[in-house]
C-alpha cells in the first residue's frame, strides 16, 4: 500500500521544509508500528527544487483478520482463503487513513513550531496513490476531489490484465492530484475520502467517528456537493450515526452562512441567533425525562437495564440522590467501553462504592437485580425479539420487581420526520422492531395488568400533532398487593394508555 507527496521550491524556500511540516526528516528511514502492520516514511527525492515523501505501509493479513475486519463492512468471504487472500495489502483504504493519521498527526492538525508561516499557507503538491479503490469508478473520484479545489484530478482505470484488455477495467485507478492546497488540508481531505471510496472499515465504527469526520472535514466538507454520500460511507451507512452528522454539519453550513469563523459548532450556533436556542440532541432529552421520572419517584438505588456504553450511569452519578447505580449489559465489549467512559480506573473510593457494572442477559431472571427501588430500559425493547419479550417482562417486573420501571422505545410513526432515514427503514440496523403509540400504549397495560403496575405515558422529544413524539416513555409503578405476579390475575388497574389522538378519532 504506498502513497507519495511531492513538492517543488525554490533555493529560497527549499522543496526540503515539507520534511519540517510533515516533523519526518529527509535524511533517514523511520518505521511506526500500526494495529495492522508497519508504516515506513522515506523520501525518495529531497532536495531545493524538488522533494518526495512516501508512505509505505505493509499490512500483516493475519493481524487484519485476528481484528475481525479484514473483510470489509458487512461482507462473508467469498471462500476459506479470502480472509488471507485479497486486496488489504496492497489498495489503499482506512488502513492507509489510519496510518496518515498516526504518522503525520501533527501535519494533519496544521502544527509545525520550526515553521508555522509555512504550514498556514498553500504548496504546490502532486500526491499520487498508484492503486485506490473506487466504488463508484473515476467519475466519483473526480466528483469527490474535484470540489476540493484541485487543479487536476486524474483517476486512470486499473485495467484487470494488461495482456488481455478484453477483459475490461478493474475497480481501482491509479489517483494523481495536483493543486495548491494547504498540506494539513490535503491530508485531511485523503484521510476521510480514502475509506469513502473503498467503502468500507477495517474497524468498528463507533459513535466518536462522528467527532473525527466533522474535525477532518473542517472547513470543506459542510459544503461538499456529495456530502451525504461521503458522511454515509464514512460512518458505513450506520444510520443513527449519520443521522447525527448530518443535523451538526448543517448546524456548521448556518454558522459560516452567517460569515462565522466556526471552531465549535455549538458555540457558533449560538452566536448565529440571538432568539433560537441551540437545538437539544435527543438523547439528552430522553436522558433528562428519564431523570426527571426517577427523581419523581424518589429512587434512590436505580438499575440501568441495557445500560450499553453507559451515558445514563455516567449521569446518574452526577446527581448525588442516587446512592447506588448499576449497569447491566449482555455485551462485555458495550461493559468494557462504559468503563472507559466512566473512568472507572481513575474514579475515586467513595464514588466507585456507588457504581457498579454487570454482564447479564435481560431475559433470564437474576438475584442480583432484585431489592432497587427503579429500574431503566431505554432503548432496549426493540432490540429484543419479539418472542423474547414476554420473558424480559417477567425478568424485570415479575422477578427483579423494582418499585419504578422507566421504559423508553421509539415512536415508529415519527420515522417519517427524519428526512435522513429511508422509507420503511428502522432507526438502526439491529431493531427488531418499532412501536406506533397504539401498539406501545398496548404492551405498557398487559403489562402493567399482569404483573401488579399502575403505567403512565409520556412523549419525549416535540410532540408532532400528527405523528407524535420521537420517543415514547412509560413510567411503571408498582401496586403493593397480596396477589402473586405474574400469575395471569390482576392485581391493579393500569391508567388509559390510548394515545390521545386514538382517543379523538374514536369518538370522533
Request: net charge negative.
Amino acid at each position: 500500500m504506498f502513497l507519495t507527496i511531492r513538492t517543488t521550491g525554490t533555493p529560497q524556500r527549499p522543496a526540503t521544509d515539507l520534511g519540517f511540516l510533515l516533523h519526518k526528516h529527509p535524511g533517514k528511514a523511520q518505521s511506526f508500528s500500526t494495529a495492522h502492520g508497519t508504516a515506513h516514511v522515506l523520501y525518495p527525492e529531497a532536495d531545493a527544487e524538488g522533494c518526495t515523501v512516501a508512505l509505505l505501509l505493509e499490512v500483516d493479513p493475519v493481524a487484519l483478520v485476528r481484528k475481525g475486519r479484514g473483510k470489509g463492512r458487512g461482507g462473508a468471504p467469498d471462500a476459506a482463503l479470502a480472509q488471507y487472500v485479497n486486496d488489504r495489502p496492497y489498495a489503499a483504504s482506512s488502513l492507509l487513513a489510519v496510518a496518515l493519521a498516526k504518522v503525520f498527526k501533527s501535519a494533519l492538525h496544521g502544527a509545525c513550531a520550526a515553521m508555522p508561516e509555512r504550514a498556514a499557507a498553500p504548496l504546490p503538491l502532486r500526491i499520487e496513490i498508484p492503486a485506490l479503490p473506487a466504488r463508484g469508478g473515476p467519475g466519483l473520484v473526480a466528483r469527490l476531489f474535484e470540489p476540493l479545489g484541485w487543479t487536476t484530478v486524474t483517476a486512470e482505470p486499473v485495467a484487470l490484465d494488461p495482456e488481455f484488455p478484453e477483459w475490461g477495467d478493474s475497480r481501482y485507478v491509479r489517483l494523481v492530484l495536483e493543486g495548491e492546497p494547504r498540506l494539513a488540508d490535503a491530508l485531511n481531505q485523503l484521510y476521510v475520502l480514502l475509506p469513502v471510496l473503498d467503502d468500507a472499515k477495517h474497524y468498528w465504527v463507533a459513535p466518536d467517528e462522528v467527532d473525527k469526520l466533522l474535525r477532518a472535514g473542517d472547513g470543506w466538507l459542510a459544503g461538499h456537493p456529495e456530502r451525504e454520500l461521503i458522511t454515509s460511507r464514512y460512518l458505513a451507512r450506520r444510520w443513527s450515526l449519520t443521522r447525527q452528522a448530518t443535523e451538526r454539519l448543517a448546524l456548521v453550513r448556518l454558522a459560516e452562512a452567517d460569515g462565522l469563523d466556526v471552531e465549535d459548532v455549538d458555540n457558533a450556533v449560538d452566536e448565529a441567533s440571538d432568539t433560537e436556542e441551540r437545538p437539544v440532541p435527543l438523547a439528552e432529552q430522553r436522558r433528562t425525562a428519564i431523570l426527571g421520572a426517577l427523581r419523581a419517584a424518589d429512587a434512590a438505588r436505580v438499575l440501568d437495564l441495557g445500560c450499553g456504553q453507559g451515558q445514563l450511569v455516567q449521569a446518574l452519578l452526577k446527581d448525588a440522590r442516587f446512592a447506588e447505580v448499576v449497569g447491566v449489559d449482555v455485551s462485555a465489549r458495550a461493559l468494557a467501553a462504559a468503563a472507559r467512559r466512566l473512568r472507572l480506573d481513575r474514579m475515586g473510593e467513595r464514588q466507585a462504592a456507588r457504581v457498579t457494572l454487570l454482564q447479564g442477559s435481560l431475559t433470564y431472571t437474576d438475584k442480583r437485580l432484585t431489592g432497587y427501588d427503579a429500574a431503566v430500559l431505554s432503548e432496549v425493547v426493540e432490540h429484543v425479539d419479539p418472542p423474547r419479550l414476554p420473558a424480559l417482562a417477567y425478568a424485570v417486573f415479575g422477578s427483579a420487581r423494582p418499585r419504578t420501571v422507566v421504559v423508553t422505545t421509539p415512536n415508529a410513526e415519527y420515522n417519517v420526520r427524519w428526512e435522513s432515514l429511508p422509507a420503511g427503514h428502522v432507526r438502526h440496523f439491529d431493531h427488531r422492531f418499532e412501536w406506533n403509540r397504539e401498539e406501545f400504549g398496548a404492551w405498557v397495560a398487559g403489562v402493567a395488568d399482569r404483573y401488579g403496575y399502575e403505567a403512565v405515558l409520556a412523549p419525549v422529544g416535540p410532540d408532532d400533532p400528527e405523528v407524535g413524539p420521537p420517543t415514547q416513555m412509560a413510567v411503571f409503578t408498582r401496586i403493593d398487593t397480596e396477589a402473586s405476579p405474574g400469575s395471569g390475575t390482576p392485581t391493579g388497574t393500569a391508567v388509559d394508555t390510548t394515545p390521545a389522538t386514538k382517543k379523538k378519532e374514536d369518538a370522533a
